[in-house]
């Protein structure tokens, strides 16, 4: 069965500071994967995808991603962060080629030092 | 462009109660999906709609059951609520089986 594991549950970096958030899948076909950011009692926002091509994806608000195939990864990156980048991200990868059908990690929870 | 939009915001149920809970999908997009997520959890996929019909279902028991209308906006409907069930309900939609963009979602909670 598919799965997506993110091994933190909760990082904190100070402002400025580069971060990286790490997701593992396990999948048995090619995934599409993405990364959803969710403020406290919001919906989740896109940030960006992956469904094939360049494994490098550029996203909204400055993050990117990297798919290693290798590695069974999709660790999203963003070189400063801000504190409005405070939230809860989650990593998911879509099942047997429906980007809808969803398996979501538990969640990574960053917490911006001033 | 009107965004997904989800009715009720919040809602309280008795445990053995009915609810129904409401869906716009985006303008444009024929496809809605539902995800259940508790407290301090990722999203958990309920099923999803396609014109009009079930395609594609999670671990959920029949209790959980949809509809998707001609406008493809659509409805989760929960028989004899059970406290568990307190969690907050995501809408997604999209056009076909692109990626899905997300409401607000419902909190329900169960007493």
């Known amino acids: 069965a598919q799965s997506v594991t993110q091994p933190d549950i909760h990082i904190t970096v100070s402002e400025g500071a580069s971060l990286e958030l790490r997701c593992n899948y396990s999948y048995g076909a090619t995934p599409y994967l993405f990364w959803y950011v969710q403020s406290p009692g919001q919906g989740l926002q896109l940030l960006l995808k992956y469904f094939s091509g360049d494994t490098l994806v550029q996203g909204i608000k400055g993050f990117e991603a990297e798919f290693k195939r290798s590695q069974s990864s999709f660790n999203l990156r963003k070189p400063s962060v801000h504190w409005s980048d405070a939230a809860e991200y989650f990593c998911a990868v879509g099942l047997i080629q429906g980007a809808q059908k969803l398996v979501f990690g538990q969640g990574t929870r960053l917490t911006i030092n001033p | 462009e009107t965004g997904v939009t989800q009715s009720p915001t919040h809602l309280i149920k008795t445990r053995g109660q009915q609810v129904t809970l409401r869906c716009s999908s985006q303008s444009g997009h024929n496809t809605v999906s539902w995800y259940q997520q508790a407290l301090g959890q990722g999203p958990q996929f309920i099923f999803q709609?396609?014109?009009?019909?079930?395609?594609g279902r999670g671990n959920f028991p029949p209790r959980f059951s949809g509809l998707q209308f001609p406008n493809y906006s659509s409805e989760l409907n929960v028989n004899a609520l059970e406290l568990d069930d307190s969690a907050l309900y995501l809408c997604?939609?999209?056009?076909?089986?692109?990626?899905?963009?997300f409401g607000q979602g419902t909190r329900l909670t169960v007493v």
């Open positions: 997604a939609s999209s056009w076909e089986d692109t990626e899905a963009f």
């Open positions: 709609y396609y014109r009009e019909e079930e395609n």
